[in-house]
């Protein structure tokens, strides 16, 4: 049986929403609904597929944008709500939608798609790679002392959602240019990211903001909530830190710092820190600092010559990659890319190649996030011949380390 997929329509948004959160195990809320249909949906994006009228296959994509290592953010295909009914589990439906999903990106001109996966399992089988890596951090407040102790020649202050909300666009597109992965905020975006609905709370409170100035400038801010536990009347809250972000990673200490020292608070948590972050070399006790490491931002190489050429490299070098498609083939072929940190191309060759990857280990190296040694140890890069792993290497490898803060 085949299931006919396209672009819903306007009527069709409501019974889009409402295949979207039961395929994640909720419950529509109209409020939730018509929020998103305002801020970010693009109809033109979407996809759904169709049982009759019934809608059993969801997925759509949002035109955002990607640091690539040297060269600032370029477009992506940001790929979420994807989901199948589970009386549709097993039919070919996700594959399909995959498809036609990847290559509706390509065709727009987009070098990449990107996503954060439900299932880490998912999403290899369709190309996707690993992009940037993440940490989920915990740690007791009072075991979080500084050595030396943090000197700071700037301000915080406590801000009010509308001063936070003026503040934090400038402050966030300085942190987007420190790294690969990071991605730009549109007005809409950041009203997604300010939305503080109750039902995405887990229990804590609203959202806290603070802001870091040094002279008149704001160069820093963190958005954080109190968990409250008040267990025998013992005060034993947590501070969990939505997002944290700094102009220099001096700023990002005074702002760990500052939650670090909230009254009537034992731990302090984060779920998405960069896995190079200075923070952790600064603590007087390291070893204090739980440190969890898991994927962060997931991508799709669906133009392989645009991809490659758009990034810079961190060593002058030239290297030939075969690239093996066999889903799709939009990424597929043999490339010579040759570049440096002043810019690059790549373009198609008959040449023999150096190395032979799928477009998911392409897909990790494309930040930076991974060795070239380390797919290739693990037998997922083959090295034709001799030197190349390395010399990939070389040109691949970036810092500060990719990672996102954006999730979608």
Not at 91 to 101: P, V, Y
Not at 114 to 135: K, N, P, Q, V
């Amino acid at each position: 049986m085949t299931y006919p997929m396209r672009a819903i329509k306007a009527s069709e948004f409501d019974a889009f929403r409402q295949a979207v959160e039961r395929g994640f195990g909720n419950h529509a809320r109209p409020e939730d609904g018509e929020f998103t249909r305002e801020n970010f949906f693009e109809f033109d994006r979407s996809l759904a597929a169709f049982d009759g009228t019934q809608i059993v296959g969801t997925a759509i994509a949002l035109s955002f944008r990607v640091t690539v290592p040297g060269a600032g953010p370029q477009p992506t295909g940001a790929v979420t709500m994807v989901t199948v009914q589970p009386t549709h589990r097993r039919r070919g439906i996700l594959t399909e939608m995959m498809r036609m999903q990847l290559q509706d990106i390509r065709e727009r001109g987009e070098a990449t798609a990107s996503l954060w996966a439900s299932e880490s399992i998912i999403y290899r089988r369709f190309g996707y790679g690993m992009a940037t890596l993440s940490e989920r951090w915990s740690i007791e407040r009072t075991r979080a002392g500084f050595a030396p102790p943090i000197t700071d020649t700037g301000r915080m202050r406590v801000a009010s959602p509308d001063e936070f909300k003026e503040a934090v666009p400038a402050i966030h597109d300085r942190a987007v240019a420190r790294r690969p992965g990071m991605m730009p905020r549109t007005e809409s975006m950041w009203a997604v990211r300010l939305r503080d609905p109750e039902h995405w709370r887990g229990g804590a409170s609203a959202l806290f903001f603070a802001l870091h100035s040094t002279g008149p400038v704001d160069d820093g801010y963190v958005m954080y909530r109190i968990r409250r536990d008040w267990r025998d009347g013992i005060p034993n809250s947590t501070i969990v830190i939505v997002e944290l972000a700094g102009a220099n990673p001096d700023v990002d200490a005074v702002l760990f710092n500052y939650c670090c020292n909230i009254d009537l608070t034992t731990t302090v948590e984060s779920w998405n820190r960069p896995v190079d972050d200075a923070i952790w070399w600064r603590l007087a006790d390291p070893r204090r600092l739980a440190r969890s490491p898991r994927d962060g931002l997931w991508l799709r190489i669906v133009d392989t010559p645009k991809a490659l050429s758009a990034r810079r490299y961190s060593a002058e070098g030239r290297i030939v990659v075969a690239v093996q498609d066999e889903f799709v083939g939009l990424a597929g072929g043999r490339f010579e890319v040759e570049g440096g940190p002043d810019g690059a191309t790549c373009r198609k060759t008959t040449r023999k190649a150096d190395i032979t990857l799928g477009p998911t280990e392409l897909a990790s190296l494309y930040l930076g996030a991974v060795s070239a040694r380390s797919l290739a140890d693990a037998g997922r890069i083959v090295e034709n011949s001799a030197g190349a792993i390395d010399r990939t290497d070389l040109m691949f490898d970036w810092r500060p380390a990719a990672w996102c803060s954006q999730d979608f």
